[in-house]
């Protein structure tokens, strides 16, 4: 089903037949920039060559598109944002502009709340307790609970707050039937993000910064691109400021 749903981000109305090789390695790569570990990706990428194995032996589909498909080999740890570079990315989108806003409210909930790039697209506006600046959220790694709450912190909540007030302005002569009202990160035309769309937002912001300091001096560097790069960034700060790593795990939404 998460195939199937990535699908829909790169064809129009995909079908068995219309998937190829590469719709299979890209989705193997989205799940790399997502942050997922290559034992997950390589997890992923059996159930779907299984799956087209057993169309094969129906006689649905002659061949299987996943069959030559191989992960990329995991490299070395990339080299963390610093606590420095963080705040320098945080000052990047303009404040002024509803997709500056946008982006910003972005970075803050990705870093600061620590979340992936699923959690973050399935935010509605009621999942928002700004005065207690907090959110709930559905963390992937327990579905069976309703939601955790994650802190957003002052930098999070001010970062939230400057961008609903552009996107009132923004959706406010909108017709109403044409936008995902209770959406919380939407498009100029009131819909709600794609994937993709916050992965090429990241993606820029991490290529400024990479230019204001010079362009990229180690290959170790480079691989730092993506959401779950933030994510990465805000569980490694917050253990090296003294936070139980076993706590923080639980924050993040992860299994113990």
């Known amino acids: 089903?998460?195939?199937?749903?990535?699908?829909?981000?790169?064809?129009?109305?995909?079908?068995?037949?219309t998937i190829e090789a590469e719709h299979v390695k890209a989705f193997c790569e989205h799940l790399a920039v997502e942050g997922r570990q290559p034992r997950t990706i390589t997890r992923k990428l059996a159930a779907i060559r299984s799956l087209f194995r057993f169309l094969q032996c129906a006689g649905v589909r002659p061949d299987n598109p996943?069959?030559?498909?191989?992960?990329e080999e995991p490299a070395s740890d990339p080299a963390p944002l610093t606590p420095q570079q963080i705040r320098s990315l945080l000052q990047l989108p303009e404040r002024d502009s509803f997709t500056g806003a946008r982006n910003r409210a972005i970075?803050?909930?990705?870093?600061?709340?620590?979340?992936?790039?699923?959690?973050?697209?399935a935010l509605n506006l009621s999942h928002l307790?700004?005065?207690?600046?907090?959110?709930?959220?559905?963390?992937?790694s327990t579905p069976d609970t309703p939601s955790s709450v994650a802190p957003l912190g002052a930098p999070g909540t001010a970062a939230l707050r400057d961008y609903l007030l552009q996107r009132a302005e923004v959706l406010v002569?909108?017709?109403?039937t044409q936008v995902d009202a209770g959406a919380l990160f939407v498009s100029a035309?009131?819909?709600?993000?794609?994937?993709?769309t916050v992965q090429r937002i990241v993606e820029r912001?991490?290529?400024?910064?990479?230019?204001?300091?010079?362009?990229?001096?180690h290959e170790r560097a480079r691989r730092r691109h993506g959401p779950g790069t933030l994510r990465a960034a805000c569980e490694r700060h917050l253990v090296d400021a003294g936070?139980?790593?076993?706590?923080?795990?639980?924050?993040?939404g992860r299994r113990s």
Do not use: N
């Open 129 to 140: 307790d700004l005065a207690g600046e907090r959110l709930q959220v559905q963390r992937q």
């Open 243 to 252: 936070a139980d790593a076993g706590l923080v795990a639980a924050l993040l």
């Open 189 to 196: 035309r009131g819909r709600r993000l794609r994937p993709r």
């Open 1 to 17: 089903s998460q195939f199937a749903r990535f699908l829909h981000t790169c064809i129009a109305g995909p079908t068995v037949s």
């Open 66 to 71: 996943a069959l030559g498909v191989r992960p």
């Open 107 to 121: 970075l803050e909930l990705l870093y600061g709340a620590g979340l992936r790039l699923d959690e973050l697209l």
């Open 205 to 217: 912001y991490l290529r400024v910064l990479d230019r204001s300091e010079g362009g990229w001096k």
């Open 173 to 176: 002569d909108r017709e109403m």
